[in-house]
């Protein structure tokens, strides 16, 4: 015998609820397999929950969109502040600078790698540093590097901070709207299988078949367990035994 199945999607929860709705205003109340009190609770609850549904979908829509720009600003300050530092460890292996002006950038004067730039809080350090660094060189009268120059790198890194601040409000938005979600799906859950024991208990003095096929005009779901399945593909006639 197949099994009822609930709902276990928000879109599936939508659907359940819709449909009790839709029920509940075509059918005279009497002639209505669940209870006026639930249907009231069904038209109550579904506009919230449609509406939190769609605010989390609009606001992971916008993430993710965002999140595109973002890793390409994302890659490109990576790259020249990776490229800043390289710059100035081939001046320091020509000769052109002294070892110790790794100093100025946080880097320990005989520390020949290029540091850790994996992550997002790597990357804002890193990019602080060698802003900073190149700032109080220049103001001691040196010889900025170039290509890139730090003005380059600051733009790159200041737009990299703008999008990365957006990027965390986003992620926060899509958060919070996620949890208000999951705060409403066990009432979704609840009032959904009243609806569905309620029909269900109008139908049962039915046959088993007949009873879920009018369950099933009220948005009720059985699914046949894979025995069930394999023993109706089997009991069914042949295209060869129709012919005959």
Not at 6 to 35: H, M, V, W
Not at 115 to 132: A, Q
Request: glycine letters at 4%; zero cysteines; proline letters at 5%.
């Amino acid at each position: 015998m197949p099994y009822r199945r609930l709902p276990n999607t928000d879109k599936a929860r939508i659907k359940a609820l819709k449909n009790a709705s839709i029920k509940g205003q075509e059918i005279l109340p009497f002639k209505l397999a669940f209870s006026q009190s639930v249907f009231q609770k069904v038209q109550s609850f579904l506009p919230t929950f449609e509406y939190t549904m769609l605010q989390h979908n609009q606001a992971y829509t916008i993430q993710v969109n965002k999140n595109k720009e973002y890793l390409k600003v994302l890659k490109k300050v990576k790259l020249y502040i990776s490229h800043f530092i390289q710059v100035v460890n081939m001046a320091i292996l020509r000769g052109d600078l002294s070892p110790s002006v790794r100093k100025y950038y946080g880097i320990d004067e005989n520390d020949k790698n290029l540091p850790s730039l994996n992550t997002e809080s790597d990357i804002i350090k890193w990019g602080e540093k060698i802003i900073k660094g190149e700032t109080l060189r220049s103001l001691k009268g040196f010889s900025p590097i170039t290509n890139p120059t730090i003005a380059v790198v600051k733009v790159r890194y200041e737009k990299f901070l703008e999008i990365y601040n957006y990027q965390k409000i986003l992620q926060k938005n899509s958060s919070r709207s996620l949890k208000g979600l999951a705060l409403l799906r066990p009432q979704a859950d609840e009032i959904i299988l009243n609806v569905w024991n309620e029909v269900e208990n109008s139908f049962k003095n039915l046959p088993e078949d007949l009873k879920r096929e009018k369950a099933k005009k009220y948005g009720l779901v059985y699914v046949f367990r894979k025995n069930e399945i394999r023993k109706i593909n089997f009991l069914k006639p042949t295209a060869h035994e129709l012919v005959k």
